[in-house]
């Protein structure tokens, strides 16, 4: 019921949010495959030695699949990098991801709980300009972030994205015609890459927040019919065992009374 009342506010805030996301991403890919990388670090490329992932999960559980899906997925990045001769650092959002990793003895970076209940752009920007700045260090060569997508109330979808380096769209991508630059292309780079940065992480911490609410309703709606049917099933056994319990008692007493009559 809980989860039920603050779903409504939650999916509304995602369906709103997610165009400008989404539009934001396409123009910064179409951006990037035409201007001089090196202008800017967040768009500059360097031989991937290290990567640092971003894991998106809940504080809570009583959400079925949710947090688990997320965390087989990341062990499995991480297993999959780390075979591949790359170094694997993580930073994490929610207590079911910070608690995972240290059951694993893998220390996070970052841990950023408690995020959900009161979740507003200003945390997803502490987020991006933290992982940004990190970036821009040149201590990691290449950012993801894995989270849920939300698609309805019973479907959440498991989404790894590559937040950086930004890279040009793909060539079966369509390529947004050109842009003009005022004053230059570099003071609007420094402008909207730490912008898209803080953007697309607060985009995926709402996806994540209404795909765990529905992912909750969905839980406990499952929970209380499978109680119910576990319910009618003892109440029915109870009711057999409690007639038979009955009726050998008044075969006994018939059976007295028949032996007491016979003497």
């Known amino acids: 019921m809980v989860a039920a009342a603050k779903f409504k506010r939650a999916q509304d805030r995602i369906l709103s949010a997610r165009p400008y996301a989404q539009k934001m991403a396409a123009v910064l890919k179409s951006l990037s495959a035409g ?14 030695r290290k990567i640092e992932l971003l894991v998106v999960t809940a504080d809570r559980g009583l959400c079925g699949a949710f947090n688990a899906n997320i965390l ?19 930073s994490v959002v929610g207590r079911k991801a910070r608690d995972f990793f240290r059951r694993r003895e893998i220390v ?16 997803g ?3 991006g300009q933290d992982l940004a700045a990190y970036y821009t260090e040149g201590t990691i060569d290449e950012l993801y972030i894995l989270y849920n997508e939300f698609k309805s109330v019973i479907q ?17 991508e369509p390529v947004t015609g050109s842009y003009l630059y005022e004053p230059d292309e570099e003071l609007v780079l ?16 709402l996806e994540s927040a209404a795909g765990e609410l529905g992912a909750r ?20 056994v109870y009711n057999k065992t409690r007639q ?18 016979g003497s």
Do not use: C
């Open 244 to 261: 038979a319990v009955i009726t050998k008692e008044l075969m006994d007493i018939v059976g007295g009374a028949e032996a007491m009559r």
């Open 156 to 172: 959440q979808k498991v989404t790894i994205e590559k937040l950086l380096p930004i890279e040009p769209p793909e060539e079966t």
């Open 35 to 48: 201007v001089n990388r090196d202008l800017h670090p967040l768009l500059r490329r360097r031989t991937a």
């Open 108 to 123: 996070p970076r970052r841990i950023w709980v408690q995020l959900f209940d009161r979740l507003g752009y200003a945390k």
């Open 72 to 90: 087989r997925r990341a062990q499995d990045f991480v297993r999959e990098k780390s075979n591949g001769g790359l170094e694997v650092g993580v």
């Open 217 to 236: 309703m969905t839980a406990m709606d499952a929970a209380s019919r499978n109680a119910g049917e576990m319910i009618g099933k003892m109440t029915l």
């Open 190 to 205: 420094d402008a909207l890459l730490p912008k898209y940065v803080e953007v697309q992480v607060f985009h995926a911490l």
């Open 125 to 127: 920007a502490e987020i």
